[in-house]
């Protein structure tokens, strides 16, 4: 959703509030693609404080389908995302690469909240998603869900490196 931020230039310490919706039904990025299965409206509220600079203040609440980092069963994450940013509109695109400044959800005079949210998102990323603590994972050989059944397969997990040395204390076994 575009949100149009001229009536708020206007004049110094003008503000708008607004509940926007999030139109964006997954989450693309490189490491996949992630469903979003409930997102409540996003609350802005973005004030002039003053030499054409805005203060974006903002929340939003959604819940993502991510799948388990041990078992690739699917989970569902809540995220809490705080937005709290300041854009100098009196800069131009070219200034802001230039400044190393990526307002890349500043399109004109209109604000991406989809876009806004995307970064948002990106940078809030969790580093690891299990769907419990005690999440046992799956079975390195045949692939089954060690949460669910066992298996009968070799669970030794050795070094690669350490081959050699396991081949000779078989040896010594056979003897």
Known sequence: MLINLTEVLTRDGKKLKSDAPL???AFESKLGSFPICRKDPVHLEITNTGNRVLHVEGKAELELVIPCDRCLEDVHYAMVLEVDKEIDMKQSSEDRIKALDEHYYIDGYNLD???LLYGEI???WPLRVLCRKDCKGICNVCGVNLN????????TDLDPRMAKI???FSKFKEV
């Open 122 to 124: 990106l940078v809030n």
């Open 113 to 115: 909240v989809d876009k």
């Open 23 to 25: 139109e964006m039904e």
């Open 148 to 155: 669910h059944e066992t298996c009968d397969c070799e669970s």
């Open 166 to 168: 396991r081949d000779i």
